[in-house]
Structures are given as C-alpha cells and as structure tokens.
C-alpha cells in the first residue's frame, strides 16, 4: 500500500500548494476477500477517498488477474517540523471529495476500538 500512495503523492507534486512533508500513517485496515497462491501477481489500484481537516484517506484494492482478493483503507497525516499539516493547505483548490458512510463507520469503529483500550 505504501508504494500506491508513494505513485500518487509523486504524481500530484507538481499540483500541491505546498510540500506534503513526512506522511505518516494514522490507522489502516485490510480486509482479505480470497486467498492468494503462492507468488502469485498482485496488482494494486489506489484510490483517494478524500481528506478531512487532519487526513487524507486512502483506498487500496489489490487484484489477481480480475479478481479483487483484498482491499484497505489508510488514513495518513502529512507532516513538516513536527506539527500536522492540514490536506486544506497543501491541495490547490480541490474540494474534499464526499467520504460517505464508509469512512464516517470506520471512524466510529477506531473510537469504539480506543474506547476498549486499557488506560495506563
């Protein structure tokens, strides 16, 4: 997934108001449709869902031959000397595009997760 969002970053570059800085991802999750045999040729297609004041959100589908065998998100934050860098000040222009229910769910599941989580 990394090299996907390394190809887009790359190819938008020369689009962006400013440098994305240091991306860092935030939280992913992958989930596993088929099995994939043994070296087996993957191709991957990365999507950008949108972004919201803090990150951008990925999707990745990987395939073999047509067959989809795995997808995943990743919310990823751009960072320069240590603080966050809104995707508002880096993309020109761009609107976010509509995150729809998906990513509104995933969110309320990574709230659901910490909230399970043992404070120290």
């Not at 190819?11 to 935030?26: F, M, P, Q, Y």
């Not at 880096?90 to 404070?119: H, N």
Request: charged share 25%.
């Amino acid at each position: 997934m990394e090299l996907g969002r390394f190809h887009y970053w790359y190819g938008v570059k020369s689009e962006l108001k400013r440098a994305s800085g240091s991306r860092l991802i935030a939280a992913q999750d992958m989930v596993y449709i088929r099995p994939v045999s043994f070296l087996a040729k993957l191709d991957m297609a990365t999507y950008v869902l949108g972004w919201d004041e803090k990150y951008v959100y990925f999707k990745h589908d990987f395939y073999v031959g047509k067959s989809l065998v795995a997808t995943g998100l990743v919310k990823e934050a751009c960072v320069a000397n240590g603080a966050v860098i809104s995707p508002n000040d880096i993309f020109c222009g761009e609107t976010p595009q509509e995150t729809g229910s998906l990513l509104e769910s995933w969110r309320v599941m990574q709230a659901e997760v910490k909230a399970l989580s043992d404070p120290r």
